[in-house]
């Protein structure tokens, strides 16, 4: 691998590293002094600001390996602004490394509210009850395991329902499977 093949995969990384991995000491300055003291300060700027497109290209359309060949094709195709097939190269090497752990970064910054980790149920029938006729009634008890935004801490939530509240549950989760369908339709 020639010894620009592997600055640029460097500089790949060392952007991955500060703009999905939080690593703030990974600067402009220190990644120029590492992989390219001898670039004038102009030329290392347009190939930052390329290195950055390119990455968010293959980020925002989270692109497969087909997609990616396609794209660094076309990148190599280009008049200007383009990339070299050592620099495709290493983009794709790039790439197989680092995009499911990218897009597990991007989608944990997506998603702000709680979340929902796991349910556990299971069907009890009540032994004691104040009222006769509510004896031998089956209920379901349900815990939720519920993550806290961006902590790392999770709650427990339990809860029973009888049946009929459990019916009109059910009906509002298929409710919104259909509404999930409806807007995935291709």
Not at 148 to 171: A, I, T, Y
């Amino acid at each position: 691998m020639a010894e620009s093949s592997k600055s640029f995969l460097g500089l790949l990384n060392g952007l991955a590293r500060r703009s999905y991995y939080g690593d703030e000491n990974i600067t402009d300055g220190f990644l120029k002094e590492e992989l390219y003291p001898e670039m004038p300060e102009g030329d290392f700027e347009a190939l930052l600001s390329k290195c950055n497109g390119l990455i968010k290209s293959m980020v925002s359309a989270d692109m497969d390996f087909k997609q990616l060949e396609a794209f660094a094709t076309s990148q190599t195709k280009r008049k200007q602004g383009g990339i070299t097939e050592e620099e495709a190269q290493m983009l794709t090497k790039f790439w197989k490394t680092h995009k499911s752990k990218i897009h597990q970064v991007v989608v944990s910054r997506c998603a702000w509210n709680n979340k929902l980790k796991d349910v556990s149920w299971r069907i009890d029938l009540k032994m004691q009850a104040k009222h006769v006729d509510q004896i031998n009634q089956p209920t379901a008890i349900v815990e939720l395991l519920v993550q806290n935004g961006e902590q790392k801490e999770s709650n427990v939530v339990r809860f029973e329902m009888d049946e009929e509240r459990l019916s009109k549950v059910v009906k509002d989760i298929e409710k919104i499977e259909e509404q999930i369908n409806a807007h995935c339709q291709k």
